[in-house]
């Protein structure tokens, strides 16, 4: 009865944290270039349940006998990032880029020890920054195809749909999108950034940019909602099970035993 | 559910910066030279959920990285050209394309705008209602009326004999990044490090503005584009205010285990 108490515990932690992930992708609804996430979850790892006697009552031949499987509750196995696309948003400012097909934008995204490091984003939202290049939001700088910052001419600013940046007529630099095998292996890193250690990505020859557009989140609200009330369904059936348990445990120290 | 709570707190708040940013920009439909704002989100720091006590048992090779909501990184302007406006007075300005007015007032910083709806002070320079002159060298004698800015920039005047006189010439700044430009109030927005240093250019030249007279830039702010991103913004507001009653109600479930 201990280990019921257990495992339900254990199962509305699930829920928790299902309710924290539900909870971040509604508040990351209007991020553009948002992924959202999913929580997937399985039983810890099992155990044999053995009885010391056969059901004729005899001893086990070898001490022991097999019941079945016994789990002692769920845990989460990982949380995964939805690489699905979002809407495009019409936008009309000259440097709102988004990627209608697949891939990523490559940012310089400078960490502790290493300047050059590369992060990948969605979020289209660039700008010009002090220096004349062309930078996100948070003012990290966008990378061409051989990843190294784009210096953006005056004047009119031009992107083809297969990511070629011309000022003018004439061509200045193309951008970096890259496309990941497994998208979904992506980690997070806050600021709309990802990161993809260990993961081969390569240029992709069209990635459909758009220009003057943004890509909305890839959060469907309804769903997200519908999550959260499965989830806290859940979460409240947990707490009857422990009540259960509980009063069970009340009957075996209060009544089993008892004379009347 | 502390963390529910605060992702749900943090998209109401970032959605309230929307609604007020869509209520600023309705609030100045009508202000000569106004840029609308836009509000960017990020999402926030994310952490191993393993730190959060969640039970977690990894898959070989996956991660479990959970968010801590969004967070607004920058409000940014929309530069695009407002509508014209013909008001046909000689002290209404208009840029043409890009650049500002460089405004000076005495013991204050300069100052950058777009508005061009400039008056007549007692000493008979243009300033604009905060005060701030346009042109500290430009002194206009002879009838207002008579003043003349050419396309480039020449400031001329009649004098009261009827001569022409050149006053001046009227030059216009532009930044790197005008995005980065920090508002200053009254219409006015002064340069931080990452807008870069004011370049000053003739009108018409490098880039650089057509100053038209007797004409006044009106907002580019879109009425049905406010009114959209604020129904938007108010669903979405809604939305997380649900994830704030679900931690809420998942509180009260835990506090309820005994009975």
Redo the contacts between chains.
């Keep these: 009865m201990i280990r019921g108490i257990y495992a339900t515990a254990?199962g509305m932690?699930?829920q928790?944290?299902r309710?924290?992930?539900?909870?971040?992708n509604?508040?990351?609804?209007?991020?553009?270039g948002?992924k959202r996430?999913s929580?997937t979850a399985?039983p810890?790892?099992e155990l044999l349940l053995v009885a010391a006697e056969q059901p004729n009552g005899t001893k086990a031949p070898r001490g022991w006998n097999a019941v079945g499987n016994l789990s002692y509750?769920?845990?989460?196995?990982?949380?995964?990032v939805d690489p699905a696309g979002g809407t495009l948003k019409e936008t009309?400012?000259q440097l709102d880029l988004a990627i209608a097909g697949d891939g990523y934008f490559a940012v310089n995204v400078p960490s502790a020890g290493d300047p050059g490091r590369v992060a990948y984003t969605r979020?289209g939202?660039f700008?010009?920054?002090?220096?004349?290049y062309l930078a996100t939001?948070?003012?990290h700088r966008v990378l061409n195809s051989s990843y190294s910052p784009i210096l953006l001419p005056?004047?009119e600013i031009s992107v083809s749909p297969a990511g070629v940046i011309s000022a003018g007529g004439a061509e200045v630099d193309s951008l970096a999108v890259v496309v990941f095998d497994d998208a979904n292996?992506m980690?997070?890193?806050?600021?709309?950034y990802f990161a993809a250690p260990g993961l081969q990505g390569s240029q992709h020859d069209n990635p459909l940019v758009r220009q003057g557009f943004l890509e909305r989140s890839n959060v469907d609200?309804n769903v997200?909602?519908t999550n959260?009330l499965t989830?806290?369904k859940a979460?409240?059936a947990g707490?009857k099970l422990?009540?259960a348990h509980?009063e069970l445990l009340g009957k075996a120290i209060n009544q089993v035993g008892t004379l009347r | 559910?502390i963390?529910?709570?605060w992702?749900?707190a943090?998209?109401a708040a970032?959605?309230q910066a929307?609604l007020d940013a869509a209520a600023n920009n309705l609030a100045n439909i009508n202000t000569t030279g106004y840029k609308k704002q836009r509000v960017?989100?990020?999402?926030?720091?994310?952490r191993e959920?393993e730190t959060?006590?969640?039970?977690?048992?990894?898959?070989p090779?996956?991660?479990?990285?959970?968010?801590?909501?969004?967070a607004v990184?920058?409000t940014?302007r929309?530069w695009?050209q407002g509508n014209v406006l013909e008001t046909g007075r000689p002290l209404d300005l208009m840029i043409e394309g890009e650049g500002f007015f460089r405004l000076e007032k005495t013991g204050e910083e300069e100052l950058y705008t777009r508005d061009g709806n400039f008056f007549l002070d007692a000493e008979g320079r243009l300033v604009n209602s905060a005060g701030y002159v346009l042109l500290d060298n430009l002194e206009l004698t002879g009838a207002p009326d008579s003043l003349a800015i050419s396309p480039n920039g020449l400031v001329t005047a009649r004098d009261a004999g009827g001569e022409l006189i050149e006053l001046g010439q009227l030059t216009l700044c532009r930044f790197?990044?005008p995005?980065?430009l920090e508002a200053a109030g009254e219409n006015m927005f002064r340069p931080t490090?990452?807008?870069?240093a004011p370049v000053e250019l003739v009108p018409g030249g490098?880039?650089a503005g057509m100053v038209r007279q007797g004409l006044l830039e009106l907002s580019n702010v879109d009425t049905v584009e406010e009114m959209t991103g604020m129904i938007?913004?108010q669903?979405?507001y809604q939305?997380?205010l649900?994830?704030v009653r679900?931690?809420d109600?998942?509180w009260g479930?835990?506090n309820?285990?005994?009975?």
């Design positions: 254990s932690g699930v928790q944290a309710m924290d992930i539900i909870s971040n509604l508040a990351n609804l209007s991020v553009f948002f996430s929580v399985a810890f790892s509750g769920a845990a989460v196995t990982a949380v995964k009309n400012r979020d939202t700008s010009r920054d002090a220096g004349g939001s948070a003012g005056d004047g292996q980690i997070r890193e806050g600021n709309g609200p997200e909602i959260m989830a806290l979460y409240e707490q422990i009540q509980d | 559910m963390r529910t709570l992702n749900g943090s998209g970032g959605h929307r960017v989100f990020a999402d926030l720091l994310t959920m959060s006590g969640r039970p977690v048992n990894l898959l090779g996956s991660t479990a990285r959970q968010g801590g909501g969004t990184v920058a940014c929309g695009e790197i990044s995005g980065n490090t990452g807008s870069g490098e880039g938007e913004a669903r979405s939305f997380n649900r994830s679900a931690a109600e998942m479930i835990t309820n285990l005994r009975r």
